[in-house]
């Protein structure tokens, strides 16, 4: 049976596909390259205390606890936001998942602080951080299925070499 060129082809013509990155606003994109950038500086931020005594760092008001415990925290939250910007600028498949659990660790990261604070004879404030995470993390809820199912990566777009076997042999007339 033979097929034409359009045949072959037409499956491919009727879907639209999006580039994931583009699936993002503006303020996410801006926002992994800033913890992107702050992921990449929390490594020395481990060791900068053997070179310098007085180190002072606070990330989500880890400063109510012990020096050693707020620099390990911060460091981690850090790299682990890195990490969550640099899958969602890269445009990996399970980015949107390691965002939100990303966010999900921020939200709890904020609320221990805030108990840890107010148990400690501090005042009780609404941190607006938490807002911001719900807001990232419900967006990202919303372009999910978007991202995993019909948007491609910059690296593999829809070509030659990312059809099925079956569809590259039946493109070659014999």
């Keep these: ?10 499956e491919f013509e009727d879907q639209k596909t999006m580039l994931r990155r583009k699936l993002l606003p503006w303020y996410i994109r801006f926002m992994c390259w800033v913890f992107i950038i702050f992921g990449a500086v929390a490594v020395p931020y ?3 205390p053997v070179f310098h005594n007085n180190v002072d760092f606070s990330i989500f008001n880890l400063d109510d606890f012990s020096p050693k415990l707020d620099r ?3 460091a981690f939250l850090l790299i682990m936001n890195g990490f969550a910007g640099f899958c969602l600028w890269t445009e990996r498949k399970q980015a949107i998942k390691i965002g939100v659990a990303c966010g999900i660790v921020n939200i709890t990261a904020i609320i221990v602080t805030l108990i840890v604070s107010v148990s400690n004879g501090g005042m009780i404030y609404f941190p607006i951080e938490i807002l911001l995470h719900v807001l990232f993390i419900v967006r990202l809820l919303l372009i999910k299925h978007e991202w995993e199912n019909n948007a491609v990566s910059r690296r593999c777009r829809l ?16």
Excluded: N
């Excluded at 049976?1 to 037409?10: I, R």
């Excluded at 070509?159 to 014999?174: E, G, Q």
């Design 1 to 10: 049976m033979q097929f034409t060129e359009q045949e072959h082809f037409s």
């Design 72 to 74: 390990c925290l911060s």
């Design 159 to 174: 070509t030659f070499f990312s059809m099925p076997p079956a569809k590259i042999f039946a493109t070659f007339r014999f």
């Design 46 to 48: 481990i060791f900068l």
